[in-house]
Every structure is written in C-alpha cells, then in structure tokens.
Nanobody, 113 residues
Framework: QVQLVESGGGLVQAGGSLTLSCAAS????????MGWYRQAPGKQRELVAS???????YYADSVKGRFTISRDNIKNKVYLQMNSLKPEDTAVYYC???????WGQGTQVTVSS
C-alpha cells in the first residue's frame, strides 16, 4: 500500500492555472491506474481524471481540454495541470490509487470570479 500526499492547491482567479502534485510513499510503477477526484461543498466526490500505467488517460467532460493528468513512475508522482480554471472547479482535490484504494488528505482549490 502507498501513502499519498497532495500539494499545489490555492486561490486563483478565473482563467488562471494551477498544477497539483501527488507524491507517493512507494513505487507507483506497478499501480495500473492513478487518478484525481474532487469534492465540492455539498456534492459527491467525483472522478476528474485518471491515467493508466501505459499513459492512457480519462477526463470528465467538465474538465476535458482544460486539465491534463500525467505521472512520473520514477519520481512516484502524479500531476494535474489545470488551465482556464472556472469558479465551478472550486473543490478539495484528492489523489487516489485504484489498486490499493489509497487516498491523500486533499488539497483545496478555490477559483474566484
């Protein structure tokens, strides 16, 4: 099992960009799928993006074309590059591994209008 720690959240104006990082305590090379979820106040946690070990990605329709997920299996990190941010992107963002089911503590992203 791995422990996940997110970083990179913050306050940004609409139209701005942020890059989230997820650092794993162990190797993620063998973890087939890593992903980013988010949870806004009063809403269910939703999958934002995921990436397979072979690089195949998935994006929720709401972020397609604006967000990019990537992974570095050497550094054991997963990234979420977020561009053209909108107020509706405001949420706590969580890193998740689909093999062991680990979650990070989350990082807050707030987009002001």
């Amino acid at each position: 099992q791995v422990q996940l720690v997110e970083s990179g959240g913050g306050l940004v104006q609409a139209g701005g960009s942020l890059t989230l990082s997820c650092a794993a305590s162990g190797s993620i090379f063998s973890i087939n799928i890593m992903g980013w979820y988010r949870q806004a106040p009063g809403k269910q946690r939703e999958l934002v993006a995921s990436i397979r070990r072979d690089g195949v990605t998935y994006y929720a329709d709401s972020v397609k074309g604006r967000f990019t997920i990537s992974r570095d299996n050497i550094k054991n990190k997963v990234y979420l590059q977020m561009n053209s941010l909108k107020p509706e992107d405001t949420a706590v963002y969580y890193c998740h591994d689909f093999v062991f089911g680990s979650w990070g503590q989350g990082t807050q992203v707030t987009v002001s209008s």
